[in-house]
């Protein structure tokens, strides 16, 4: 039966060859756009260099103080105090890491600038995240306590500032006025990853100014690893009691909100949220509502397109009708039939992301942002077509079903 | 004859929905799309307000352990001499760290006579500033000397617009209804288009950074000479490497940072464009296919009408006016939506802006149904009575 209606929905597509291609270009355009935007979503959100544990992990990345009575707001990111005397006391974590978020120096090569963007680190930083050394090794924890000036350059770094040198271990790295001994350098990764990115790790230990202070704002952010994923709900926990112990020490502020938040957590904190909730459902309902919005225009578009069709080949719906085919054959017929056609402008779809995906690597417009279609977006491409064949299906066939077999007939 | 077309569409108002629902859906999102390009383009337009060439900008960090408020200031007025004295620096001014394109915000905000002026760039200034930046002053006077522990302020042309209108502005008394919150206008200057080319300067109020304020600002902005270059810049970052102690600092050109801001508007607009083109050419192709089926459907009507003697325009012409009539419908209902917008002022922009874009967008519809029904409507006059009729 299913091969029969795929004959017949073939020979459809070849006898009008105009409407199937403007029935296939709206599909696969639009699969294309969702598709490159889902593999740009899977990027921020999923696992990736040098962020691989990022599904057990919790990242802390602001500070805000609140006055409630007069509705003062002051947001930061975390102090070093905060981070070193009350989380890291927790005892779920299996690892901490503490680092700063990055800040830039210039330094002046033969009269060339570079830019660098420094960030200071702890050493359980680098057991954490995995960064990929082309070259010697992270600094350690007695490196840190010994105060050593010694540094970990980013590729991109090496080769503004070195230039094409093959070993660049031992050498000296100058920011602002300082000279720091390179020990290891890192491949370099896309600028997104907003609590890892940097082109000159450097212990904490060797900060510029007092980081000791006892306050709770500071230029500080944490990571906080759980052995398992399972964990992470209970390391919460732990993290949200042992924080609403933290006293203010500030008599202008009586509330701090220091959220220990999952990727996509803090991410829509940071679009939708607010201090207390992190904004999740909120986030979801604006992104579906847009999505759909942006499918109603080729929905309509198709379903249009459908029923002109269908409209045309009323008089086999009416032989068809007259030897006493049920209407839910039909139905069931034309909505296999819009299926394959959208699985078709699907495959063109696939192919089209392929190529979007390979020139906006190729372009570098986001330097190190590397876009992969992976099996998530496949299958998630795969969807909206199934959606989309229905959707666009439905409608037509009903309409189709309820033509009178006299009319269809005579209509010829 | 409106008439006529009006009954021939309503006799077809089932079929019709659909062509109608997807113009809507196309007309908002054309209305949206130039509502957009509106905005920005009337806003590029619009003068800078100031010269970002050859200006610089230097971030410090501030770890100087000088708690006392007069060392430190005799510390950073050392800095300011040493920096003066340099041939290349043709004018300094320190400022709080919201200096155009520094992706830096400070705002403030009062009621004056009942009207909400917030929110307002607050930005803190010294004698100097408008002398690095070359903002030009429109009425009453820059800061000077006298303006010492004095409550003054200089306000920007929009601000000035909102409050005052064509009032002169200078020496009135603005701010909050707190005492210490009142502050004296001294002058008028252009507005700073400080968020880039595309965004308007919105209002702006210039503070002077009294003597307590170098514990808290930690920005330079320079006017260097045309003979600065790469070796002098390097030169300079260890001229302050030296005066700064203990600090990390950063110098940036303004012309990089106008770039990199301008680019932040225009990214996303190409991206939103393409993509609305896109959908456009999808809904222009599947009118084309509709109206092209439509008038086959429609073959036997059509050699009727020719047989009666209409001339083959004028059955081109009636089809391409239905179409027409159908778009007019739809572009109605839109602009009752798109309406609300200036009316309910929506996002804080301009009326202006919105009927611009509104006699854009329905101009646009009316040019791709237009060209969507040209061809099928020339199809339909090439109809020869003898043989349609025959079909029938």
């Not at chain 1, 990764?189 to 212990?203: A, E, I, K, T």
């Not at chain 2, 009135?172 to 700073?192: H, Q």
């Not at chain 2, 084309?288 to 004028?314: C, D, M, P």
Request: hydrophobic share 45%; with cysteine; net charge positive.
């Amino acid at each position: 039966m299913l091969k029969n209606y795929f004959k017949i929905a073939i020979a459809v597509l070849k006898r009008r060859k105009f409407f199937t291609f403007i029935s296939l270009f709206g599909i696969s355009f639009t699969l294309t756009i969702l598709m490159v935007a889902t593999a740009f979503m899977d990027k921020m959100l999923s696992p990736s260099y040098p962020d691989y544990k990022r599904n057990r992990s919790l990242y802390i990345t602001s500070v805000a103080l609140v006055n409630s009575k007069e509705g003062w707001y002051n947001g930061s990111s975390a102090s070093f105090y905060l981070l070193d005397h009350y989380v890291s006391k927790l005892k779920i974590p299996e690892k901490i890491g503490i680092f700063t978020f990055s800040g830039k120096a210039n330094a002046y090569v033969n009269n060339k600038k570079v830019v660098m963007e420094y960030k200071y680190t702890d050493a359980a930083y680098w057991e954490i995240a995995e960064y990929q050394f082309l070259e010697g090794k992270p600094y350690t924890k007695q490196q840190i306590d010994n105060m050593e000036r010694v540094a970990v350059i980013s590729e991109s770094n090496k080769r503004n500032y070195f230039g094409d040198i093959k070993s660049v271990l031992g050498k000296y790295i100058e920011a602002d006025n300082v000279s720091y001994r390179v020990i290891g350098v890192v491949r370099d990764l896309p600028r997104s990853m907003r609590n890892f990115y940097g082109d000159l790790y450097l212990p904490y230990s060797i900060i510029k100014g007092n980081y000791k202070d006892v306050g709770l704002q500071g230029g500080f952010g944490a990571v906080l690893l759980a052995k398992s994923e399972a964990d992470v709900p209970k390391m919460k926990a732990e993290y949200q009691q042992m924080i609403s112990k933290v006293p203010t020490n500030n008599k202008d502020y009586d509330k701090i909100y220091v959220n220990a938040d999952t990727m996509l957590e803090s991410m829509s904190r940071k679009l939708f949220g607010n201090e207390d909730s992190a904004g999740i459902s909120k986030m979801i309902a604006i992104v579906s509502l847009f999505i759909l919005l942006f499918l109603l225009l080729p929905t309509i578009n198709l379903v249009n397109i459908n029923i002109t069709r269908i409209m045309e080949r009323s008089s086999e719906i009416g032989v068809r009708k007259a030897f006493g085919a049920s209407s839910r054959t039909l139905v069931y017929q034309f909505i296999v039939e819009n299926v394959i056609l959208t699985l078709l402008g699907g495959v063109i779809g696939v192919f089209l992301s392929i190529v979007c995906i390979f020139l906006f690597n190729q372009s570098n417009i986001l330097p190190n942002l590397d876009l992969s279609l992976n099996f998530t977006v496949l299958l998630f491409g795969l969807l909206i077509c199934l959606f989309f064949g229905l959707l666009s299906g439905v409608y037509p066939a009903w309409r189709m079903s309820r033509l009178n077999v006299v009319n269809a007939l005579k209509a010829q | 004859m409106f008439k006529h077309l009006f009954k021939l569409s309503w006799n077809k108002r089932k079929q019709n929905f659909l062509f109608l629902s997807e113009i809507l859906v196309s007309f908002m999102v054309i209305f949206a799309v130039f509502s957009l390009l509106t905005f920005y383009y009337l806003n590029y337009t619009l003068p800078k307000g100031f010269e970002s060439e050859r200006v610089w900008s230097i971030a410090y960090s501030r770890n100087v352990k000088i708690n006392d408020n007069d060392s430190l200031r005799m510390y950073y007025e050392n800095i300011r001499r040493t920096l003066k004295a340099v041939p290349e620096i043709e004018e300094l001014s320190f400022s709080s760290s919201n200096f155009p394109y520094s992706n830096s915000h400070s705002t403030t905000g009062f009621t004056y006579k009942g009207k909400e002026m917030s929110p307002i760039n607050n930005y803190s200034v010294e004698d100097d500033y408008n002398k690095v930046l070359g903002i030009k002053l429109l009425e009453g006077r820059w800061f000077n000397k006298e303006d010492l522990n004095q409550k003054s302020v200089v306000i920007n042309q929009t601000l000035k617009q909102a409050m005052f209108g064509d009032e002169p502005a200078a020496g009135k008394i603005v701010g909050a209804d707190k005492e210490e919150d009142k502050w004296k206008v001294i002058g008028v200057v252009a507005d700073v288009k400080a968020e880039g080319d595309f965004w308007p300067a919105g209002k702006s109020f210039y503070k002077r950074l009294d003597t307590g304020s170098f514990k808290w600002v930690g920005d330079i902005l320079l006017k260097v000479s045309p003979k600065a270059d790469a070796a002098f810049e390097s030169r300079l970052n260890k001229l302050l490497a030296r005066m700064i102690q203990n600090s990390n600092t950063e110098i940036r050109h303004m012309e990089d940072t106008r770039e990199s801001k301008n680019s932040d508007t225009i990214i996303p607009m190409i991206i939103c464009i393409t993509i609305a083109g896109f959908l456009i050419i999808n809904v222009a192709l599947g009118l084309f296919g509709v109206l092209w089926y439509n008038i086959n459907q429609r073959r036997g009507e059509i050699g009727l009408r020719r047989a009666i003697g209409a001339t083959g325009s004028s059955v081109s012409f009636q089809l391409v006016s239905e179409s027409l009539m159908l778009a007019t419908l739809s572009i109605i209902v839109g602009s009752f939506f798109a309406l609300q917008f200036p009316l309910l002022n929506v996002f804080n922009v301009a009326a202006s802006v919105y009927i611009i874009a509104l006699l854009l967008s329905i101009a646009f519809i009316y040019l791709l149904v237009i060209l969507c029904s040209l061809y099928p409507g020339k199809q339909a006059a090439a109809i020869r009575p003898a043989i349609a009729l025959h079909e029938e």
